[in-house]
């Protein structure tokens, strides 16, 4: 029987960068992360033929989010720090891990690991809450794997 895939079975987490190397938090509090394939085309009209020809060469993903800013967030904590201290290179370089939760075996979900590059566009946007916005754009190449958690999906363990 089909099922409706919802769109809170799909989680995101940041790696925050720490002493002994990187943990992966859950991106909680984002009102936006749309992902967008933008694919490269090789695009051509041979001359004996009526129409142009189309293939798809390359991908270069990307993902726009937003996030109502919270103090102890760890993660709007290093976004915040890469945006004011206008990091740059490979210093605003960080990798996200996409779960699938509807592909589960032996309590490992279905992940998807890249490197990202934060490239923050506005904030303060908002009389509510404080909102920062932003794209996070391919660094790396995409590394299938599995995740588990032991903290109710809080953090992860990635393995490829």
Not at 83 to 92: H, K
């Amino acid at each position: 029987m089909e099922q409706l895939v919802k769109r809170c079975q799909k989680l995101a987490f940041y790696g925050v960068p720490t002493e002994d190397g990187v943990s992966y938090h859950r991106m909680s509090g984002f009102t936006e992360f749309s992902k967008t394939a933008n694919p490269k085309e090789y695009k051509r009209q041979y001359i004996d033929e009526e129409h142009e020809r189309n293939d798809i060469v390359g991908y270069s993903p990307s993902i726009s989010y937003a996030f109502d800013r919270f103090s102890g967030n760890p993660v709007h904590q290093d976004l915040v720090g890469i945006t004011d201290g206008e990091l740059t290179g490979t210093e605003a370089v960080r990798s996200i891990v996409l779960v699938d939760l509807t592909e589960e075996a032996d309590g490992k979900f279905s992940a998807v690991k890249r490197d990202f590059a934060v490239i923050p566009d506005s904030e303060g946007a908002g009389a509510e809450a404080y909102i920062y916005n932003g794209s996070f754009k391919t660094s790396g190449d995409k590394v299938s794997g599995y995740a588990s958690t032991e903290d109710n999906w809080h953090t992860l363990t990635f393995t490829e």
